[in-house]
């Protein structure tokens, strides 16, 4: 969700002093109401790769969403390209019926798929309906590689935290993040983009959208703490994507510094292999 133009705090986008300490890419390249697909990002990463290394440096790929650098990794799944016609039928009937009529219309379909996908994910719902619509075969049918792609030596590493570290990290985070101004950069963002946008599906803007039981809107003590219980499914599902990737490296940390030393070590490793 770093793609998105004026989605700073809620995303944890690097500052500018650290872009400029470090060279960042794939940054601030969409703006909320555009599409960002996992093949556009594969593309773009690769051109990325080849123009990195090409200047005698290494290309680090960090995320993140596991979905996409699962992709990156081994490859896109053979699915049909997407219908540009079917699409925006299919966004049309989103507007009218919404996000939820929309996933149980997949689990009719398509059941593996929706029990995998967040019925608030309309993006990834859209398109496991776009696919089972035109080819009568589930998302599934499709599989993705096993293998790792051969055009890159890759050293793969997995963070870990101990679930409740985690989990206490995710709530520190999100205060910290109304502490600088969520609040506000989201309300900007909910007057200007509607709830169907691609970028206002994120955690920490969707949020601003939702109401409580009597269809009223949510105090923003209510907003913080689902964003707080939506980064923790998140969290938990990201580890699913990072499952059975080959020759990948898991790591458990406990803090930063630990952290930093164990990925500079790996890194010197990895440098001096080449």
Excluded at 14 to 21: C, I
Excluded at 169 to 190: C, D, H, N, S
Aim: include cysteine; charge should be positive.
């Amino acid at each position: 969700m770093q793609v998105y133009r004026g989605m700073d705090i809620g995303t944890a986008k690097p500052t500018p002093a650290e872009q400029k300490l470090l060279p960042h890419y794939l940054i601030d390249i969409k703006n909320p109401d555009e599409q960002y697909s996992v093949a556009e990002f594969v593309d773009r990463a690769d051109s990325l790769c080849q123009s990195i290394w090409a200047e005698g440096k290494l290309p680090i790929v960090c995320g993140g969403t596991g979905f996409y650098i699962r992709a990156f990794l081994l490859g896109l799944p053979s699915t049909p390209a997407s219908d540009p016609a079917a699409r925006k039928a299919l966004q049309e009937e989103l507007l009218e019926r919404g996000p939820a009529e929309m996933w149980k219309k997949l689990l009719s379909l398509d059941p593996d798929s929706a029990k995998k996908i967040d019925p608030k994910d309309s993006y990834r719902v859209l398109r496991a309906l776009e696919i089972v619509l035109s080819t009568g075969k589930p998302r599934s049918a499709f599989a993705q590689s096993l293998k790792l792609r051969d055009q890159y030596d890759f050293a793969t590493i997995i963070l870990e935290r101990d679930r409740e570290d985690l989990y206490g990290r995710i709530e520190a985070r999100v205060e910290k993040m109304f502490e600088a101004g969520l609040e506000k950069e989201a309300r900007a963002l909910t007057q200007k983009y509607a709830a169907a946008a691609p970028g206002m599906q994120a955690i920490g803007y969707r949020e601003f959208f939702e109401t409580d039981s009597e269809g009223k809107p949510l105090s923003v003590e209510a907003i913080k703490e689902r964003i707080k219980r939506d980064s923790k499914k998140y969290a938990k599902k990201q580890y699913v994507f990072t499952r059975g990737i080959p020759g990948a490296t898991t790591i458990r940390v406990t803090d930063n510094a630990d952290a930093e030393a164990i990925l500079r070590k790996k890194a010197r490793t990895v440098l001096d292999q080449i």
